[in-house]
């Protein structure tokens, strides 16, 4: 097996792993202590200690890799590569009951993401991909429909956080109006762009969010055949970033979303 193909097979199995810590704390949420990390952004007990989980398996294979997470930020390697998780994407959702979350790990080479990995534990979902070699559903190949979406039939999901900025976020809802297309919030950056690659919806945007929440997503929609903006554009490590993932046929549709600032 070569270096990716063994970083995917262990992201896989860690994300199936660290997902079944979460369903235990997700079984006795209300018991666990929350604390606001700011408006609106909440972590708990199973963030972090999911997150621990993961860095933990990782650095037992691969000691040698950095490490970038939500809960307990970077940590330098001496390889080539490092890793990005989000041990619980979709917290909100994860906290409240809802179904929405995930377990997110994406390992990045030379500015890209190579291995990408999104597991959906009551959904018992696992989206994966290797840069290159494709995507997978449940070990099933991932590829979005060869037919191009009208606008006027597209579902699209808009990310929003308390650190956006609410007038641009109602004129993008103007914008989709004004091109028919429907458009919903999930909660979960991680679980809309697995969505966008599986067609159940035709794309993602959100103006100002952190790689751990996409790294692994836009990989996933790259190899199953979409588009989004980061194709052949260095990853940011440390500043939020813009993303816009779909259909490849909705590309130029959706491109003015980001010319509405904020
Ligand atoms: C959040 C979710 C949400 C997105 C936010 C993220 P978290 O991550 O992905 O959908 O809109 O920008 O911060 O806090 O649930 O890990
Ligand atoms: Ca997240």
């Not at 291995?115 to 290159?132: D, F, N």
């Not at 650190?163 to 458009?183: I, T």
Request: hydrophobic residues 40%; glycine residues 10%.
């Amino acid at each position: 097996m070569d270096d990716l193909s063994q970083r995917h097979a262990l992201a896989c199995h860690v994300a199936r792993e660290a997902g079944m810590l979460a369903m235990e704390y997700f079984c006795r949420r209300d018991e666990l202590t929350v604390d606001a990390k700011g408006v609106q952004d909440w972590v708990s007990e199973a963030d972090r200690e999911v997150e621990s989980l993961i860095r933990s398996r990782l650095a037992e294979t691969f000691p040698r890799d950095g490490i970038l997470g939500e809960e307990e930020g970077w940590q330098p390697g001496e390889s080539a590569g490092y890793w990005v998780i989000d041990p619980i994407d979709g917290t909100t959702n994860f906290l409240r009951g809802l179904p929405d979350w995930g377990v997110v790990l994406a390992y990045v080479e030379q500015d890209q993401v190579q291995v990408g990995v999104t597991y959906a534990p009551i959904h018992e979902l696992l989206y994966s991909a290797v840069r290159g070699q494709g995507a997978e559903l449940n070990d099933q190949p991932l590829k979005r429909k060869e037919e191009a979406v009208a606008p006027d039939s597209a579902l699209i999901y808009l990310g929003f956080g308390a650190r956006n900025d609410l007038p641009a976020y109602k004129a993008r809802l103007d914008y989709l109006y004004s091109c028919n297309m429907d458009q919903r919030r999930l909660g979960s950056a991680a679980l809309a762009l697995a969505r966008t690659a599986d067609g159940r919806v035709d794309g993602f945007f959100e103006s100002r969010i952190n790689l751990w929440d996409v790294a692994a997503g836009l990989l996933i929609v790259e190899e199953a055949g979409g588009w989004h903006n980061y194709i052949d554009r260095p990853l940011p490590r440390g500043e939020k970033m813009g993303v816009l993932a779909c259909d490849a046929s909705l590309e130029t549709t959706l491109m003015p979303l980001f010319e509405i600032r904020g």
